[in-house]
């Protein structure tokens, strides 16, 4: 059993993933389907790049009505392991531009390989589930790589819902480093297919069932995740109690890992909250405890925040991580310093980034 970028697991005998095309197979024939391909899109040079995209992103912010917006600036560097060879990155992206009543984002990434992202937020109703509110969330690159996510939220009688459909070509810390800490998707180390239910009740004033079951479908199988926590409100005072719970089953079930946690939320009046949580979990690697921790605070004109991560039973994202974040004021408008890392597997791996939000005005025509 081969492993991929970040702890992942792929079949040895897996037949390979054509790139760009989301996972799609070669016919019997031996013949490849003709499809389109980032790679072939026509790219001279990084100049003509920039310039066309950076006059889309204007385009379209200016295509909105005359509103705030934000431009953010971004560089980064470091080792982030699935990223290509190089350590550096650059990235300006445009958010919320309104087109009607629709939020667009719209970015542009570069590591030695151009990508585009694009992203639109709309909501509506829906007969019993009121309003509705819908997310698209794509990303290309010029390797011929590239991601998407759809998700709908909404409230059907108690129960608040959430369902996600995703295809990929790479894991996630391809198309951001920073996702290399990160635990929204497994780091399957091939291209596939996800489907995520979210949902969350209240059969009491101070009890909420919280479960996320997820389904994964790459070359070599069916993956499967489970993220489920019983949260006892105000246990202690205006403290919070909780019972978690997670799993995860490799592809063609070749191995899995399962934990139980018992978790502690304090929560302050003016600050934002401290959680923690202790775990003992099974896996190939043995009986094992585990422990996470979040937790931010204001350092006079600077907002920190920390997240760390010991899990060294999990398969399915790097056992150890460590996410950072420092946010202050910067002139006209708010400069962030964030920092990830993780270890498992396949080493060390950690990246560094500085990135900068402006709010600007583009007016309609």
Same mark, same amino acid.
């Given at each position: 059993?081969? &492993?991929?970028?970040?702890?992942?697991?792929?079949?040895?005998?897996?037949?390979?993933?054509?790139?760009?095309?989301?996972?799609?197979?070669?016919?019997?024939?031996?013949?490849?389907?003709? $499809?389109?391909?980032?790679?072939?899109?026509?790219?001279?040079?990084?100049?003509?790049?920039?310039?066309?995209?950076?006059?889309?992103?204007?385009?379209?912010?200016?295509?909105?009505? !005359?509103?705030?917006?934000?431009?953010?600036?971004?560089?980064?560097?470091?080792?982030?392991? $699935?990223?290509?060879?190089?350590?550096?990155?650059? $990235?300006?992206?445009?958010?919320? !531009?309104?087109?009607?009543?629709?939020?667009?984002?719209?970015?542009?990434?570069?590591?030695?390989?151009?990508?585009?992202?694009?992203?639109?937020?709309?909501?509506?109703?829906?007969?019993?589930?009121?309003?509705?509110?819908?997310?698209?969330?794509?990303?290309?690159?010029?390797?011929?790589?590239?991601?998407?996510?759809?998700?709908?939220?909404?409230?059907?009688?108690?129960?608040?819902?959430?369902?996600?459909?995703?295809?990929?070509?790479?894991?996630?810390?391809?198309?951001?480093?920073?996702?290399?800490?990160?635990? %929204?998707?497994?780091?399957?180390?091939?291209?596939?297919?996800?489907?995520?239910?979210?949902?969350?009740?209240?059969?009491?004033?101070?009890?909420?069932?919280?479960?996320?079951?997820?389904?994964?479908?790459?070359?070599?199988?069916?993956?499967?995740?489970?993220?489920?926590?019983?949260?006892?409100?105000?246990?202690?005072?205006?403290?919070?109690?909780?019972?978690?719970?997670?799993?995860?089953?490799?592809?063609?079930?070749?191995?899995?890992?399962?934990?139980?946690?018992?978790?502690? %939320?304090?929560?302050?009046?003016?600050?934002?909250?401290?959680?923690?949580?202790?775990?003992?979990?099974?896996?190939?690697?043995?009986?094992?405890?585990?422990?996470?921790?979040?937790?931010?605070?204001?350092?006079?004109?600077?907002?920190?925040?920390?997240?760390?991560?010991?899990?060294?039973?999990?398969?399915?994202?790097?056992?150890?991580?460590?996410?950072?974040?420092?946010?202050?004021?910067?002139?006209?408008?708010?400069? &962030?310093?964030?920092?990830?890392?993780?270890?498992?597997?396949?080493?060390?791996?950690?990246?560094?980034?500085?990135?900068?939000?402006?709010?600007?005005?583009?007016?309609?025509?």
């Amino acid at each position: 059993m081969e &492993r991929g970028a970040g702890g992942g697991s792929r079949g040895a005998g897996s037949p390979p993933v054509p790139r760009g095309t989301l996972g799609a197979k070669v016919p019997a024939h031996g013949r490849p389907a003709r $499809s389109l391909s980032v790679r072939s899109l026509p790219v001279r040079s990084l100049s003509v790049q920039l310039a066309v995209l950076l006059a889309v992103l204007l385009t379209i912010g200016a295509t909105g009505a !005359a509103q705030a917006q934000t431009l953010r600036l971004g560089l980064a560097g470091g080792r982030p392991g $699935s990223a290509p060879a190089g350590g550096g990155r650059f $990235s300006v992206r445009i958010e919320n !531009a309104s087109v009607g009543d629709t939020r667009v984002a719209l970015g542009l990434a570069f590591d030695g390989e151009a990508q585009l992202d694009f992203g639109v937020q709309a909501n509506d109703t829906f007969g019993p589930l009121g309003n509705i509110v819908g997310d698209v969330n794509l990303s290309l690159r010029t390797d011929g790589q590239a991601q998407g996510v759809v998700t709908a939220r909404g409230v059907l009688g108690p129960v608040a819902l959430g369902l996600s459909l995703s295809g990929f070509t790479a894991d996630p810390a391809r198309f951001d480093p920073l996702a290399l800490a990160g635990t %929204t998707r497994p780091d399957l180390g091939a291209a596939g297919w996800g489907v995520g239910l979210d949902a969350s009740g209240r059969p009491t004033r101070t009890l909420v069932v919280e479960a996320s079951p997820q389904l994964y479908l790459v070359p070599a199988g069916a993956a499967w995740r489970l993220t489920s926590r019983l949260r006892w409100l105000r246990a202690i005072g205006p403290h919070e109690l909780s019972l978690r719970l997670q799993g995860y089953l490799e592809p063609a079930a070749q191995a899995g890992d399962v934990a139980l946690g018992l978790g502690f %939320t304090y929560r302050r009046r003016r600050a934002p909250d401290l959680d923690g949580a202790i775990y003992l979990g099974d896996s190939p690697r043995g009986l094992r405890p585990g422990a996470t921790a979040s937790l931010a605070q204001q350092i006079g004109p600077v907002e920190a925040s920390v997240q760390v991560a010991a899990e060294p039973y999990r398969l399915d994202v790097p056992p150890y991580r460590l996410q950072l974040e420092l946010s202050f004021d910067a002139g006209p408008g708010q400069a &962030r310093v964030e920092g990830a890392g993780a270890t498992g597997p396949n080493g060390p791996r950690g990246v560094l980034a500085v990135r900068y939000r402006l709010p600007v005005d583009l007016p309609s025509p």
